[in-house]
C-alpha cells in the first residue's frame, strides 16, 4: 500500500472548523483514501473514505485533490469530544485485498475550550 | 445491536507463559482482523480470518496464531510470552466484500501487561 503523511499534532479550538490534512503522492488509481480516529482508551473509529470525489457524512467531510495527491478531513465544529489520534490510510480496491489496513503514527489532535 | 466485543479488558502474564485473547464480531459480520498497538503507536496488522480461515498475515512470528469459529467469534493466541508483547490487542470485524474498500468495526481491545 501506499505510504501517507501527516502532521505529528494539531490543536484547534472548541466549535471551529478543523483541516486535518494527509499527503499521498505515489497513490496509485485504485488507492481509497480512508480515514479513521482513534479517542482515548478506545480502539479506532472509521470516519469517512472516498476515492475522487469529495464525501460528507455525519461526522466529517473529506475534501480530495484533483490530483488525488493529497486530501483533508474537515470537522466542520470541532467539540472536546473530538480531541483523538486521526489516521488516513490508503487502501487498495482489489479482490486480492483482506482489509490489512497499514496505520502510521497518525495526527494528534487536541481541541481547546 | 452490540459492537465488536472482546475479553478479557485487562491480563497480566509472566515471560513463557501463553495467552489467549477472544473476539466476538458485530453482528452480520463475518471477517475478523486482529492488531497490536504498543504504547504511542499505530496498530499493526497481525491477521485476518475468514470463513475460519486465515487469509492474510502481518510481519509477525509463529508465536501468533489465531481460530475463527463456525460463529464468525475468533481467537488470538499467543505462546512464549516475551516482554515486548505487551500491548493494546484489537479485534476488528467487517463484512466481507472481496475489494477489502469500506468501514471496519473496532473493539474497546485487551490490554495485555507481560512481566
Known amino acids: 500500500d501506499a505510504k501517507t503523511t501527516q502532521p505529528n499534532s494539531m490543536e484547534s479550538n472548541e466549535e471551529e472548523p478543523v483541516h486535518l490534512p494527509c499527503n499521498h503522492s505515489t497513490i496509485s488509481g485504485t488507492d481509497y483514501i480512508h480515514w479513521y480516529r482513534q479517542l482515548p482508551s478506545q480502539g479506532p473509529e472509521y470516519v469517512i473514505h472516498?476515492?475522487?470525489s469529495n464525501v460528507n457524512n455525519r461526522m466529517a467531510s473529506l475534501a480530495i485533490a484533483e490530483d488525488r495527491k493529497s486530501s483533508t478531513l474537515i470537522l466542520h465544529r470541532a467539540t472536546l469530544r473530538d480531541a483523538a489520534v486521526y489516521y488516513c490510510?490508503?487502501?487498495?480496491?482489489?479482490?486480492?485485498?483482506?482489509?490489512?489496513?497499514?496505520f502510521g503514527q497518525g495526527t494528534t489532535l487536541q481541541v481547546k475550550p | 445491536d452490540a459492537g465488536v466485543t472482546q475479553s478479557p479488558t485487562h491480563l497480566i502474564k509472566t515471560r513463557g507463559q501463553q495467552v489467549t485473547l477472544r473476539c466476538s464480531p458485530k453482528s452480520g459480520h463475518d471477517t475478523v482482523s486482529w492488531y497490536q498497538q504498543a504504547l504511542g503507536q499505530g496498530p499493526q496488522f497481525i491477521f485476518q480470518y475468514y470463513e475460519e480461515e486465515e487469509r492474510q498475515r502481518g510481519n509477525f512470528p509463529d508465536r501468533f496464531s489465531g481460530h475463527q469459529f463456525p460463529n464468525y467469534s475468533s481467537e488470538l493466541n499467543v505462546n512464549a510470552l516475551l516482554l515486548g508483547d505487551s500491548a493494546l490487542y484489537l479485534c476488528?470485524?467487517?463484512?466481507?466484500?472481496?475489494?477489502?474498500?469500506?468501514?471496519?468495526?473496532f473493539g474497546p481491545g485487551t490490554r495485555l501487561t507481560v512481566t
Open positions: 472516498g476515492l475522487t
Open positions: 490510510i490508503l487502501r487498495r480496491r482489489g479482490s486480492s485485498n483482506t482489509g490489512k489496513l497499514i
Open positions: 476488528a470485524s467487517r463484512i466481507f466484500t472481496g475489494t477489502g474498500v469500506g468501514e471496519q468495526y
